[in-house]
């Protein structure tokens, strides 16, 4: 049987995380032509392109291929109230709250909990379907992708550092596997 290959690519920056803002489905900020040179030869045989249904996930996804499909269970968390709030005009206990009561959500949107249930359900699916899969989607995301993988508590959510354009393989093959590789 062949194993299913998952490589999570993060969108490319945007306006809102220069600033410190929840995001707010904007574009991202990027020189298109240099991005599109410097990536194009690296999945030369991706089975299946899918993407987060934001505008960021969506015009990075054209960057690897103009044929990805959205998938929802992709979409960023539901920030509620907060959606385009720059973090530091926000009520620190709330936030605070947010950030380490994992079934907290001040803001009237998804918690990580719910964001991260969300995610383990679709990788579920996903073992079922070998091949590789390039799935460009965002940062809480691809943490909870890895949380699931690594079988690591809730708690270790926030000490995950996704960096725009940074991708995380993933393989599965009876169990999920965390895979680093190099791209030089």
């Not at 991005?35 to 249904?53: D, F, G, H, M, N």
């Not at 550092?161 to 791209?183: G, K």
């Amino acid at each position: 049987m062949q194993a299913t290959r998952l490589t999570l690519i993060c969108h490319a920056a945007t306006a809102a995380q220069k600033f410190a803002r929840f995001p707010d489905n904007e574009s991202v900020a990027m020189d298109w032509q240099a991005a599109a040179l410097s990536l194009a030869e690296r999945y030369t045989k991706i089975q299946r392109l899918v993407c987060a249904p934001e505008a960021r996930a969506r015009q990075t996804a054209g960057l690897f291929g103009s044929d990805a499909l959205i998938e929802d269970a992709l979409r960023d968390g539901n920030f509620g109230d907060w959606k385009g709030q720059a973090i530091s005009q926000l009520d620190g206990d709330a936030l605070m709250a947010w950030m380490t009561h994992s079934a907290s959500a001040p803001h009237g949107g998804e918690s990580v909990d719910q964001i991260c249930a969300r995610v383990a359900v679709w990788m579920k699916t996903l073992e079922t379907q070998p091949g590789h899969i390039v799935a460009i989607t965002h940062p809480f995301v691809i943490r909870a992708a890895m949380l699931y993988v690594m079988q690591f508590p809730v708690s270790m959510f926030y000490r995950i550092d996704i960096e725009p354009l940074s991708a995380t393989e993933l393989r599965f093959n009876t169990v999920w596997r965390l895979r680093l590789e190099t791209h030089a």
